[in-house]
């Protein structure tokens, strides 16, 4: 069986085996998040204006520790390995199947374009939150993103420019 290859100018990825060890890492996330010595990380979303209720919803997560992971086995092309920083992370989930990752950290600033980064093999955007609702909110971050897209996920969509995030690489 042909592997499903999604391929950007020279580099190339194993669509499957990059979903499989994006969720793998979603979870394991979304697990130390809701687990033991989270304080630091819940309170940062609350006071980014997220809510409990809302933070489990959208499956957010958080990796404590800074960590490479080799690309051959993320099923990106290439023989060398990206680094995946500290931080609360987003999987970005269309019909059950996440497409995307990226990780915001937690001591960027707001106005900081590195504050919010992209795993390579990610879906570049825009992402699209509420993707059925009429009206539509334009807005440059993740993190605002969330929180108007909380305020009401029923009524509007949020479309997220990613144009000033930054893909990781080693």
């Given at each position: 069986m042909k592997p499903d290859l999604n391929c950007e100018s020279i580099s190339c990825v194993d669509a499957k085996t990059w979903e499989r060890k994006a969720r793998a890492f979603a979870i394991r996330s979304r697990d130390h998040l809701w687990g033991k010595n989270n304080e630091d990380p819940l309170s940062f979303l609350y006071l980014k204006g997220l809510n409990l209720k809302f933070?489990?919803?959208?499956?957010?997560?958080?990796?404590?520790?800074g960590h490479n992971r080799p690309c051959e086995g993320w099923g990106l092309s290439g023989k060398g390995s990206f680094f995946i920083p500290s931080g609360i992370v987003f999987p970005y989930i269309v019909g059950k199947k996440i497409t995307g990752m990226f990780i915001i950290s937690m001591k960027g600033t707001d106005s900081d374009p590195s504050s919010e980064l992209i795993l390579p093999g990610s879906f570049k955007g825009p992402l699209i939150l509420g993707p059925g609702n009429p009206e539509v909110k334009n807005v440059t971050g993740i993190m605002e993103g969330l929180k108007i897209f909380q305020e009401n996920p029923d009524e509007f969509r949020v479309n997220i420019d990613l144009t000033k995030n930054l893909i990781l690489s080693d």
């Open positions: 933070i489990g919803k959208m499956s957010l997560g958080w990796n404590k520790f």
